[in-house]
């Protein structure tokens, strides 16, 4: 169990919510020996324990994790902590020649559940009902409430020398003898809080480095042709879900392709209520977003001691 903290994460419902119990899911035989997998991993940690709560979510398994379904987080009410803007996350980066990366061990799990809360996160299988005393992947304010908790930790470090995104942290510096101090006051914030890294995914004092799906150096920041690989893949979409799928994967990279709303526009109309499916002018654009992304230039980071030109901000 992780240690007891300042901060747990809590469940506030919609006014008048009344407990929700659904039956368990019928699961193929695989699926289901994964479930009871997990669910003996996670007694043996105690991140859940056996529950006699008046709610039940059937589990699921998406990405092969166990999660809570949607019957909850329907009824949550949305925790409003704003997410970063990954492009604010790298404006601090200019000059920067020796990074660090630290992801943390499963990071949410690092986080306990207000007692009054667990059993709201109850779940049921073919082998019971279990509620969590962690903090899980699949509860809707999970991101939110971490960020928080991570930018609470780290402020005084935040936009000189650290980048959070949720249980990423990245330490940028100017020199090896900086990043040396740097390096040692993450570790020491990291300790103090308790807060365990999954060191088989870290890197450290490295002039180039992989973060939230790009690779970052001194000479500014490029897409990770790793990452692209997966639009690269992608089939011609064959309804409104393939689409906007595949325009949320190729808009995470928006900033390197000039013109991108445009570029993307016959593909943006199919989304529109409405609008009969027909993959005529939308296979340009498609294969067009594909192209541009593999030949995607480098972007150097911009000087936040001038002031920014509106054009270069917003040409996508």
């Given at each position: ?6 901060i ?14 659904k ?16 669910i003996?991993?996670?007694l043996?940690?105690?991140f ?12 699921c ?5 166990m ?37 943390l ?10 007692p ?9 299988s073919?082998?019971g ?52 101090e740097h ?13 365990y ?7 450290f004092?490295?002039e ?7 690779v970052i ?6 897409v ?10 992608r ?10 799928s ?14 991108f709303?445009?570029?993307a ?6 989304l529109?209520?409405n ?7 939308a296979s ?11 030949t ?5 980071f ?5 002031p920014f ?6 040409h996508?």
């Amino acid at each position: 169990m992780p240690p007891e903290r300042d901060i747990e994460f809590s469940i506030e419902l919609v006014h008048g919510t009344a407990p929700i119990y659904k039956k368990a899911y019928r699961i193929s035989g695989v699926e289901l020996l994964e479930v009871k997998k997990q669910i003996d991993e996670l007694l043996e940690k105690g991140f859940i324990r056996k529950s006699t709560s008046p709610w039940a979510s059937p589990v699921c398994l998406p990405k092969r994790k166990m999660e809570p379904c949607e019957c909850l987080n329907a009824v949550t009410v949305k925790n409003k902590y704003p997410p970063p803007r990954i492009e604010d996350l790298f404006d601090q980066l200019k000059g920067a020649r020796v990074f660090s990366k630290i992801d943390l061990r499963s990071g949410y799990h690092q986080l306990r559940i207000g007692p009054s809360y667990i059993p709201k996160t109850a779940f049921i299988s073919r082998y019971g009902l279990y509620e969590y005393t962690v903090m899980s992947f699949g509860l809707t304010n999970a991101p939110a409430f971490f960020m928080y908790m991570m930018n609470s930790v780290f402020m005084e470090y935040l936009d000189k020398f650290v980048v959070i995104f949720i249980d990423d942290i990245l330490i940028y510096s100017k020199t090896e003898e900086e990043h040396g101090e740097h390096l040692r006051l993450v570790l020491q914030k990291l300790r103090e809080h308790k807060l365990y890294a999954k060191f088989s995914k870290c890197d450290f004092w490295i002039e180039e480095v992989k973060f939230l799906g790009h690779v970052i150096s001194n000479g500014g920041i490029a897409v990770d042709q790793s990452k692209v690989s997966e639009v690269q893949n992608r089939k011609i979409p064959q309804d409104v879900k393939d689409i906007g799928s595949f325009l949320g994967l190729a808009g995470y990279y928006r900033r390197f392709i000039e013109g991108f709303s445009k570029i993307a526009k016959p593909m943006t109309a199919l989304l529109e209520k409405n609008i009969k499916f027909r993959w005529t002018s939308a296979s340009k654009a498609f294969e067009e977003l594909k192209k541009r992304l593999t030949t995607a230039p480098m972007l150097t980071f911009p000087d936040m001691h001038k002031p920014f030109s509106h054009i270069a901000m917003l040409h996508g």
